[in-house]
């Protein structure tokens, strides 16, 4: 039986996506940055966020669209406060700067916001909200997207799936909620219909705002529906207000798709917060008292059939821990594709598992 | 044909509510407070969360539950953060308090964070979070509550239907977002059924985690779902930790239900936070571009059959415009409560219309 994946081990893999990121023009010190929150991010089983999108990076940095030695600049800091110019620099060496920033006011003011406007595609928020909670600290990670998600009764995209994650400290795993805001990821609606399955006509609607089970019809003027009706509408324009009004990004339409135009800057903003857990009580404390509010909601009643009871995050940590000791799970097809790059870029680098 | 409401101007009911609140044991001060929060919420057209509550906050004063002369205390202040102890005053009074501060920690540092434990049950979060609004900040405000949903898979309460509310200035009406994270409000779930509707089985499930159609099983260990399933219950989690482990406040099952021990503090928490919009730009630049997204989405296509497209706060804010101008909206069960009320204190108000 042919293989679907294989499992690499996290540094090889890390080595690898480095190697690529200096070959395509990053610094030494930027490619170190991406490829542990691509690769982390794969190690945490969210493979449609991490290593998965290197080729199009990499398309964006050869055509254009990503500038791989861009140098960060604080336009304005002011208080808790900071504003960050990307310089269409890859997303995600400019969220882990500007989260660094956002760690290091929070430590000096107790909270902090670091908006950021011409950025890029910045993956797995999870990743930067979880550096905040290494420190203490609740960290919280907002990007802007292009517009998908339809109104509430309207018809075709209005505003992006925009994604939230935020990460909290406790005794053990952190709590981690990363998550977007349609009903159902597109890719995994794609998935479902290419393997034969159906979708429900609840998750997307078509041109004329009807209905549909086409995901195709996203091509055509579709546009998905957003979790819980008005409400999640609501959270989705305030992420927009936050991570693209706010910092002076590219709002909805304004926002270019980094897969249809590689050789364009996306103009893609973010917002970083962070929270000093400590100003408000003992750390060890706050993490002990998150902890049991986790075993709380794991220890409670489940309903018939089901197994186990979630915290946000509870999967992505056990995910990340077998990663460790059994490797990355790489799809083939993924692997083929890091390996083509490696050799385009004249690269002999060790791919033999 | 009997009236169902009565429309009472702004000042005269907010006047009624003040003077019940004294003869209860308010400050002339805290009453101002209380009752333009309580009224202001009715003129918004949100009903469920304004004057309606009174009569249960009056039951909770004259019982021990709220302490009509509490002292709100700062225990914490350091930086653009504070915490403060409610004292067990009434919620809507503790809230405005911490809101002051933390827009006045958001004009000194840029952004604030303001926790509160020891509080009662605040009614709307909009109101506090348009108060930032008001002073050019997007403001955010939060309320832990008794446990009423379900986790994914699980039977029965785990963790509070926690209010969100969110307000951004614009140049012209603000965006206002004030949602809980079912997926229907209970109360509305229970006027559906009492009025001869039924519900789908989706919104909530019995003791055993099974769907069920019948509101009344959360009176015998039911729960209701959140919307969005793991995503809205992710976001549940996040705000119990923000607005009840962060402040010390009571967590899930030590929060006190209001409405059933009116006699015992609530151990209510909140999370307020203020981020000045002028440290990222312009605040007329901003304004202007959030209204712009506003015309957008109003502006949008609309599917067939669909009038209008909303901003989140756009229907609150004519409601308000036209109590503003005809009076607010009281149902008459409840004006009849009011007159009970302050006949009971001995006051003799003009109720005349």
């Known amino acids: 039986m ?3 994946e294989v499992r690499v081990p996290f540094d090889k893999l890390k080595e690898i996506v480095r190697s690529i990121l200096v070959s395509v023009g990053l610094s030494a010190p930027d490619a170190e940055i991406a490829a542990d929150v691509l690769v982390t991010t794969d190690a945490r089983g969210v493979s449609s966020h991490g290593v998965y999108a290197l080729p199009g ?3 964006q940095m050869r055509e254009g669209g990503i500038d791989p ?16 110019d990307g310089k269409n620099g890859m997303g995600q060496v400019v969220s882990v700067k500007a989260t660094r920033k956002a760690i290091e006011l929070a430590r000096k003011y107790g909270t902090s916001v670091v908006c950021v406007r011409n950025s890029s595609h910045f993956g797995a928020g999870a990743y930067y909200a979880m550096m ?3 420190e203490n600290q609740i960290g919280i990670a907002i990007s802007n997207a292009t517009p998908v998600l339809a109104a509430p009764g309207g018809c075709g995209p209005a505003v992006g799936n925009n994604p939230i994650a935020v990460a909290v400290p406790t005794a053990d795993d952190p709590v981690v909620l990363d998550i977007a805001l349609s009903i159902v990821a597109v890719g995994k609606m794609m998935n479902i219909v290419k393997s034969g399955g159906t979708i429900p006509d609840n998750w997307i609607t078509d041109e004329e705002g009807r209905p549909s089970t086409d995901p195709y019809v996203l091509d055509r003027g579709g546009a998905a529906l957003p979790f819980g009706g008005y409400k999640g509408f609501g959270i989705a324009v305030i992420t927009e207000i936050l991570a693209a009004v706010l910092p002076g990004a590219g709002v909805t339409k304004e926002l270019r ?3 249809l135009y590689p050789h364009l ?3 893609t903003g973010h917002f970083f917060a962070a929270i000093d857990v400590s100003r408000f009580m003992p750390v060890q404390a706050f993490k002990e008292r ?11 009643k489940r309903a018939a059939g089901v197994e186990r009871l979630y915290m946000p995050g509870d999967m992505e940590n056990e995910a990340e821990r077998k990663s460790m000791l059994s490797g990355v799970a790489v799809p083939i097809h993924l692997w083929k594709a890091l390996k083509e790059l490696a050799e385009e870029e004249g690269l002999s680098l060790d791919m033999e598992l």
């Open 265 to 267: 800057p996306t103009r």
């Open 2 to 4: 042919d293989k679907t």
């Open 57 to 59: 990076y990499v398309r």
């Open 69 to 84: 030695r861009a140098d960060i600049a604080v336009l304005e800091e002011s208080g808790a406060t900071c504003l960050i």
């Open 257 to 259: 798709d980094w897969l």
């Open 132 to 134: 905040c909670a290494k």
């Open 290 to 300: 998150v902890s049991l509010f986790g075993k709380e909601i794991r220890g409670g």
